[in-house]
Nanobody, 120 residues
Framework: QVQLVESGGGLVQPGGSLRLSCAASGSIFRINFMNWYRQAPGKQREWVAGIIGGGSTNYADSVKGRFTISRDDAKNTNTLQMNGLKPEDTAVYYC??????????????WGQGTQVTVSS
């Protein structure tokens, strides 16, 4: 079993910064990918950023140049540094982690979500 715990959401003014963290724990053999998604009220969940085992990162066009995803393999954590936040970044942000358990079974889990609100 794998558990994900997210932290770091909150209220910030436009142009401000927030850092989201996602910690994975449990019977983990290897983490293959870590993603962040977000869902704004009345909208579908959308992919924001991702990082894979080799450290390669990708970003949605809407956040490119403002958000940075990184990972700490020793701690099975990742962070999403969000700078230059805009009101349209307001959403519930979800961490998504996939990999292989200690029994060599694939897993793909979602965090509980953390609210990010950008408003003056």
């Amino acid at each position: 079993q794998v558990q994900l715990v997210e932290s770091g959401g909150g209220l910030v003014q436009p142009g401000g910064s927030l850092r989201l963290s996602c910690a994975a724990s449990g019977s983990i053999f290897r983490i293959n990918f870590m993603n962040w998604y977000r869902q704004a009220p009345g909208k579908q969940r959308e992919w924001v950023a991702g990082i894979i085992g080799g450290g390669s990162t990708n970003y949605a066009d809407s956040v490119k140049g403002r958000f940075t995803i990184s990972r700490d393999d020793a701690k099975n954590t990742n962070t999403l540094q969000m700078n230059g936040l805009k009101p349209e970044d307001t959403a519930v942000y979800y961490c998504n982690v996939g990999g292989v358990t200690s029994t060599r079974d694939p897993f793909n889990y979602w965090g509980q979500g953390t609210q990010v609100t950008v408003s003056s």
